[in-house]
Nanobody
Framework: QVHLVESGGGSAQAGGSLRLSCAAS????????MGWFRQAPGKEREFVAA???????YYGDSVRGRFTVSRVNAKNTVYLQMNSLKPEDTAVYYC????????????WGQGTQVTVSS
């Protein structure tokens, strides 16, 4: 399985922006669908965004129009640009990978904390 490491988490004020990065190693990066998930304390894991090898992107309802997912295959890296942040965006954000044609994300990063204050 591909090894994933997130970075870029931190604190921001409501209305501000953050960019998360996910670096991959140990696999053929271009063959994976890359996804972002988040989980707040006491809440279920929530789908945030995903990007396929074809460049198609998908977003959860709560972040559509505010977040943008992208990937640079030459750098084995996927990004999550988060704009117009809200306090309810506070969570641990996880990067994940799956093969095209599979529904299950089998590789996960360790997570990075994002905290948005009002």
């Amino acid at each position: 399985q591909v090894h994933l490491v997130e970075s870029g988490g931190g604190s921001a004020q409501a209305g501000g922006s953050l960019r998360l990065s996910c670096a991959a190693s140990g696999g053929t990066f271009g063959s994976y669908v890359m996804g972002w998930f988040r989980q707040a304390p006491g809440k279920e894991r929530e789908f945030v965004a995903a990007i396929g090898w074809s460049g198609y992107t998908y977003y959860g309802d709560s972040v559509r129009g505010r977040f943008t997912v992208s990937r640079v295959n030459a750098k084995n890296t996927v990004y999550l640009q988060m704009n117009s942040l809200k306090p309810e965006d506070t969570a641990v954000y996880y990067c994940a990978a799956r093969l095209s044609g599979n529904n299950e994300y089998k590789s996960w990063g360790q997570g990075t904390q994002v905290t948005v204050s009002s």
